[in-house]
């Protein structure tokens, strides 16, 4: 059975063995346990004991924006992104948020479609925002800012 809480500190190894199985440019250990306190929130899903997929929040104003979520490897396919996704939407309406904005990578579609499923519009694009290998993208491809606004007025 799938669970999910927050996670401190003492969960970064594990943050990073998922960072680090997900992304093709992880984040550095420094940068995750900097987004660990103070404007930052987080939940991770756990199959039992073990961690398999995390968001990590950042709250700027009245404004919330996920910063990163990944699911490993093995766990992906089964919905775990589209409840941590959920998950991040419901703290922003429980905290207040006006918006919520996130940035992908261009080429992520199956992420793209999951953020359009949920209610995420694109907003613009920042141009070779994210380091890529791709020998294509020389060195960097557009990441795609999209937002949801959850209070009017």
């Known amino acids: 059975m799938i ?26 250990v420094n940068t995750m ?3 660990l306190a103070g404007r930052y929130f987080n939940l ?11 968001y990590i929040g950042e709250k700027a104003g009245p404004d919330f924006t996920l910063m990163d ?10 919905g775990i992104a589209k409840q941590l996704l959920a ?6 309406e429980k905290h207040h948020a006006e918006n919520l904005f996130l940035e992908v990578r261009e080429t992520n579609t199956r992420a793209i479609a999951l953020y359009e499923q949920a209610g995420f519009s694109e907003m613009s694009v920042r141009k070779n925002y994210y380091p890529s290998s791709d020998p294509s993208k020389n060195g960097h491809e557009d990441a795609i800012l999209m937002g949801m606004t959850l209070l009017f007025g």
């Open 3 to 28: 669970t999910f809480e927050s996670v401190t500190e003492l969960s970064i190894d594990a943050l990073m063995r998922v960072e680090n199985a997900c992304h093709t440019h992880p984040w550095t």
């Open 87 to 92: 998950a991040f939407i419901e703290y922003g």
């Open 44 to 54: 991770a899903a756990f199959n039992e004991q073990q961690l398999i997929g995390f």
């Open 69 to 78: 979520i990944c699911v490993a490897p093995d766990f992906q396919g089964q």
């Open 33 to 35: 346990q900097s987004c």
